[in-house]
Each structure stands twice: as C-alpha cells, then as structure tokens.
C-alpha cells in the first residue's frame, strides 16, 4: 500500500523527511540486496541481447580497449588500428621489433583460404578481425625482401585490401603514408622507387601485350624522360578503381570479351541502336568502343593488356553505328543509369563544326547537375583527329559543352601528334599514338581478340577516365569539379619549349595543345588524400545584348566590348557567346582578355563556314584563366584577319555574353549581394550551381555505438539505488 509517513509522490522531488528511531531491519536489508542484484543481471541479459556482438567480444575489449563490430568498413579498421590497437600493441613492441616494417593488414575474399596466403610467404597472424581482415607479421625479411613481398601480395585473387604503413597503423590519424606536398608536384615527387615499379612490372609481365604499355610506366617503353600516365605507379599503391562504375558510350562494347571480368559488371547496358540491353557489335566495323574498354578493364589473366583500372563497375552503351549519331539517341544515352553510372567515357567527337547538338548538351548538363546524387557524373571527350586540318576544339558541340572534359594526345617523343585537335577549352593531354599509327595503345579487340597499335586521343581519353576513377576511389564525395581541379593539378608540364606554353595570372602554366599538361595517375591520387572539397560554384554573367547592332570596323583592332564582373571569385571556366550575322565567317578572330590581362584565342581564322553564318550563335569555352580572380573588366575582341580584303556582305554582332564559372570568395563583392538572381545591361548575375553535398544513412546501414562495460557495474547499482531511494 502507499506509505503512511511519506506518501505517494513522484520520484526525485525535493521533500523533508523526518528521520526515526527505530532499529534497523535486516531482512529489509536483504530484500533490497536482492532486488539490486536481480536488477543487475537483469539488465546483464538486455545489454546482451541489445549488443550481441559487444558481449561476444568482450574479451577482446578488455584486452585492448575497442570495439568490434562483425562488418567492418575499411575507415573503421583503420581508426580501430590508429585509435585503439596501437596504444597497447606498439607499447608491447617498443624496443624488440620494427612495427611499420613488420606489420601489414589484409582483407581476403569471402571464404577465402588464409593458409594459402601463409604457405606461399613468410607471414604469422598477429591478429585476426571479423570480416575477413588480419594483421600479419613479416618474418626476418630484409626491407627490400618486404616491398617486394607487397607488390606480390597486390597480384593475389583472394586478397582485395592491403594497408602498411606506420602512419597508418601507430601514427597520427590524420596523416596518410604518402601525404603530398601542398605545392604543385612534380613528376619525379609522385613516383614510388624503380625498384618497386621493376618488382610490379615483373608480376604483370605475364599478359602478352604488357611489355609494350609504356603509357603505364616509362620504363617500360626505354624512355629517358617520364613521359607516361603513371598508372603503374597507382597500382604499385594499390588504388585500382574500386567501387567506382564506368561506362563506355561508343559504338558497341563485347560484354562477353574473356579480358573483362564479368564478375565487375553493373549490368546497366543499352544499346540505342536496336533498341536491346546488349551493346554487343551487330557489324565488323563496330569495333571501337571494346578496344576503349580494353584500357581500363583488361584484366591481369595472361590474355591481352592490363587494365589502367582493373576494379572499376563497368558496363557499356551503343549510341551510333557507323560514325552517325542519332539525335534522340545521344539525348537519353548520355544521361542513362544516372544512378549507377560514374564517369561516361566518350571517345569520339561530332563529325560537323559549328553545329549545336542542343538535346544531348542538356544531357550533359543533367548529368553534370544530377549524377551522383548531386555531385555529378564525369563525362570524358576526345578532342579529336583533325588537328593536322587545323580543326578547333571550340569549333565541336560537345567539347565546348562547359562541364565536360575534353582529352588530347601525346605520343611516345613527348610531343602532341598533329593530329590532335586543341584549343583552350582542352584539358589535358594522355599518352596515344604518333602520327604515322605506331606506338599506340596496346588492348582488347572484338572477338575476344586483341590489338597491340589502337592510337589516336580515343586511346587517351580511357587513360584520363582511369585517373579519374582512381581519384574516386580515393573519396566518392568528391564533386566533378574537385576530380577536374586534382587531375589540372597534379598534370605534368611537357615539351616546356613549346611557345604554345603562357602562365595566367594566377601563376599557372596553360597551352593550347597540352591543356594543363600530362595526366598522371599517381601525382592525382596522391594529391587526393589531402584534397579539401571546393566551395560550392557559382555563375558570374554579364552580357550585352540590349538592341546591339554593331558592325565589325576594318581596323587592325576590330571591335572590343567590355563586360564587367563585381564578384571577387576563383575563376574556373569562361564561356563566351557570340551572336550575329557573319558573311566572311573564316576571316574573324576572336579573343577574350582577363581582368588579369591575359588572353585567350577563341577562334583562329579559318577555311570553314558555318552552316547558317546569316544566324551565326555559338558559345566557346576557355580554361586559360583558371585560378584568376573574376573581378574586373573582361573584353571581348572581334577582328578580321586580313584587313581591306574583298567582303562577301554585312558582318553584324548582335550579341555578346560572358558567363564565368567560379568558385570560393576571395573578397566580398563590391555592388552586387551574392544572393542577386538577375539583373541587366552588364551586371554580374549569381547563381549556385551545384548545392553542398549531403549524404543520408539508411537505418539499416546504422551501427549501434559500442556499450560501456567497464561502466556497466556502477552504472547499475547506482540506477537501482536511486530506484530504492525513491520508493
């Protein structure tokens, strides 16, 4: 019943009591020992039951001081072994063994065999994790003995995870083995030692074409300068594209091909010709798009080549048949599987000049604005072949689309082929093939055969998507325009004696044939570790259409409008467009000027008219000013290349619009608040482009915290006490 000295009231609340005199009852003692103790185990039986796999390995935790949970990710092994492991185990070993030389830690395959790996190298397990991951001990091996042992271990099936290291074992958490410099790298600072790259090279050597992939490695193509994509020397550290999904969009894939691993296919294909789900070639002359696969997914099994990324989601999507490509086509296939697609690799380019291909430009733009779940798909071109025809990379729809990147060719002397299409809206050059066909790209073939001399910037522009899916495997979290600026970073400056080379006014070198130079997969990965995610991009427009008619005067200084941008921002990109009625098309020459008076050349004087020059609108992109500040006057300069020559009629502009895409602040804008959506006659207009990425967890992918043990005894006496107290 209810107390007659206290009463009923509420536990917890503040109230007198009148203590008695009477003696104490030891039975009532005793009750209330009881009841603690059956509360105590209680309680025992709901923590076990709530947090089966904490009370499973409570050993382990007294040992040394983590939990372990049955699925673990590969951040939660390493902050297990940097946080908790470490602090018990390195303290053990202090004085009596080398940790960072002696220790690795492997995951295997699922019901993989560990006593395979253990008969076959001088190993003893240290410790083993849930999984499939354990610490393993190298046995009395010299430091030579135990890199070659690792790059070894990199070509065993069963293993899909290798990390050694001191940082990342017993060092400082926020420090990775291979922290880059924060300067732009060079080529000789993004390399691991010869002597790995021999033992690697050595273990791959068993494919037949190996021997002839110097785009991989310049040792193996007896260069004496680096003039290679340093894929082997990614490989060498283990990065091979994981979790990251490909496609190739050309004209057909061999899914079936034996050099592709069937086991890494997304099983997302379309083939926009037929109208079937098999990219499959129906025609001998479809062959392109398996010979473009074959770089990145050849794989290491004694057949043709090596993959660039041999672990990347790959599938495949036939947009044309015979060089044509259908309008609706490139509309719904490049924007296809927006869900499970990564980076689209297109190794091709439009055959027409100055022809707007609007559907699949707002498919890129989808892509972009949407892959990824926000942080948009990567999309990879060609420049083309036609450079030796003086064609223009600003002359083709697709390349001049400002959220793709457009890839050119270097061959084996270092030098960009003729046949490689530049211009500034280029972003890098990858290995390829010379002029006269030789020294291509050794891969895969239709019939499940294969190639060893596949050349031209089709063969380069898979070597770049390589790069890039070993960036994201770094961190998925990266945005489209964090892989470009990693991959503009850390690019190799080539044939330095080119007159084609300028510095921009934020210091960084460009050239028109080269881009921002050489990709390299081993500088870009490294850079990677330390990236930190850019700022959320925002469009700067200013334009000048209003009733503008205005002729184009015959002077060696043509006509320049001056269009003003107020925001102070990190310039990435420029589009310029142009509108008017041009009669002697070819003659015009066409530049932008920064703020930072550097210039860009849009449009050469060339051979070629447009299709309907009366109704001349065409938008060109340049790179040249990445890294400047966006504030201040640009100008637009429109002349002719021959002055006082014979006219064919009326050379008209009737508009000119800049748009700057820029990143991060760099100071507060003078006029304009960042918040301003539209304006006229000039003014900057702000847009956010793409939002902060957010990520959402699904409850089932929630692990519960681990559960105090070493708490659990007088937590719970002392909640069954105040239980007691309150009664």
């Not at 309680?43 to 050993?59: E, M």
């Not at 949407?370 to 600003?394: E, H, I, M, T």
Request: hydrophobic letters at 40%; charged letters at 15%; one cysteine or more.
């Amino acid at each position: 019943g209810i107390n007659a000295e206290y009463g009923f009231r509420p536990c917890l609340v503040p109230q007198t009591r009148t203590r008695t005199s009477e003696s104490p009852n030891p039975f009532r003692h005793w009750a209330l020992l009881m009841l603690s103790q059956f509360g105590f185990f209680l309680s025992l039986a709901l923590v076990v039951t709530l947090f089966p796999d904490n009370a499973q390995n409570s050993n382990f935790y007294d040992q040394y001081g983590a939990r372990v949970f049955p699925e673990f990710q590969e951040t939660e092994v390493r902050n297990f072994l940097l946080n908790n492991y470490h602090k018990r185990a390195a303290q053990d070993y202090e004085g009596e063994k080398d940790w960072d030389d002696l220790t690795i830690l492997i995951r295997l395959k699922r019901n993989s065999d560990l006593s395979q790996i253990l008969n076959k190298y001088p190993f003893s397990v240290q410790q083993s994790f849930p999984d499939e991951y354990f610490l393993l001990e190298i046995n009395n091996s010299s430091k030579e003995e135990k890199e070659n042992l690792l790059l070894q271990l990199l070509t065993e099936p069963t293993i899909i995870e290798i990390k050694k290291n001191k940082r990342l074992l017993i060092s400082d958490p926020l420090k990775s083995h291979f922290e880059p410099p924060r300067k732009r790298m060079t080529h000789q600072e993004s390399r691991p030692t010869i002597s790995l790259l021999d033992t690697l090279i050595a273990n791959l050597s068993q494919n037949p074409l190996f021997s002839e992939q110097w785009h991989f490695s310049f040792v193996l193509g007896n260069m004496s300068q680096e003039l290679d994509a340093g894929i082997l020397g990614a490989k060498a550290l283990g990065w091979t594209g994981k979790g990251v999904n490909v496609v190739i969009v050309d004209d057909s894939l061999e899914i079936r091909h034996p050099d592709f691993d069937r086991s890494r296919a997304t099983n997302v294909n379309y083939d926009f010709v037929r109208g079937i789900e098999d990219p499959s070639p129906s025609q001998a002359t479809d062959m392109h798009g398996t010979s473009v696969a074959g770089i990145l997914l050849a794989q290491n099994n004694n057949l043709c080549n090596v993959g660039a990324s041999v672990s990347v989601g790959w599938s495949g999507i036939r947009l044309f048949s015979g060089g044509e490509l259908d309008s609706v086509s490139g509309y719904v296939g490049l924007r296809y599987r927006l869900d499970i697609n990564d980076i689209y690799v297109c190794s091709w380019s439009l055959s027409r000049r100055y022809e707007r291909f609007d559907l699949a430009d707002e498919s890129l733009t989808i892509g972009t604005l949407n892959g990824r779940v926000g942080r948009g798909a990567l999309y990879v071109f060609s420049s083309g072949n036609q450079g030796a025809s003086l064609w223009n990379c600003n002359q083709l729809a697709l390349q001049t689309n400002p959220y793709v990147f457009v890839v050119g060719a270097l061959d084996i002397t270092g030098k960009a082929p003729k046949y490689s299409v530049g211009g500034h809206c280029l972003s890098l050059v990858a290995p390829s093939s010379t002029d006269s066909a030789q020294f291509g790209i050794p891969t895969t073939a239709n019939n499940g055969t294969c190639r060893k001399n596949f050349g031209g910037t089709s063969a380069s522009a898979p070597i770049v998507a390589s790069v890039m899916s070993l960036v994201l495997e770094v961190n998925k979290a990266f945005s489209w325009r964090d892989v470009h600026s990693i991959l503009y970073s850390s690019a190799v400056r080539v044939d330095s004696a080119s007159s084609s080379w300028k510095t921009n006014g934020a210091g960084i070198p460009y050239s028109p044939v080269y881009g921002f130079g050489l990709a390299n997969a081993t500088a870009a990965v490294l850079l990677a570790q330390s990236w930190t995610p850019l700022a959320p991009q925002v469009l700067l427009n200013a334009d000048n259409f209003a009733s503008l008619q205005q002729s184009i005067p015959e002077t060696d200084q043509g006509y320049t409008w001056k269009l003003s941008i107020n925001q102070s921002r990190k310039t990435e990109q420029v589009m310029v467009q142009v509108n008017g009625t041009f009669f002697d098309f070819p003659l015009l020459v066409i530049s932008l000027t920064s703020p930072n008076h550097t210039t860009s050349q849009l449009k050469q004087a060339e051979d070629f008219f447009p299709p309907n020059p009366q109704s001349f609108s065409w938008s060109f992109k340049t790179l040249f000013h990445w890294g400047e500040d966006s504030q201040g006057d640009w100008e637009v300069n429109i002349r002719f290349s021959l002055v006082n020559s014979s006219r064919n009629g009326a050379n008209i502009v009737t508009g000119v619009r800049l748009t700057v895409f820029a990143g991060k602040q760099i100071f507060p804008p003078t006029t304009v608040p960042a918040s301003t959506t539209t304006s006229t006659n000039d003014s900057s207009i702000v847009h956010l482009l793409t939002p902060n990425p957010t990520t959402s967890t699904s409850a089932s992918s929630l692990l519960l915290p681990p559960f105090p043990f070493h708490l659990f005894v007088p937590l719970t006496q002392l909640f069954f006490a105040l239980c007691i107290f309150c009664l």
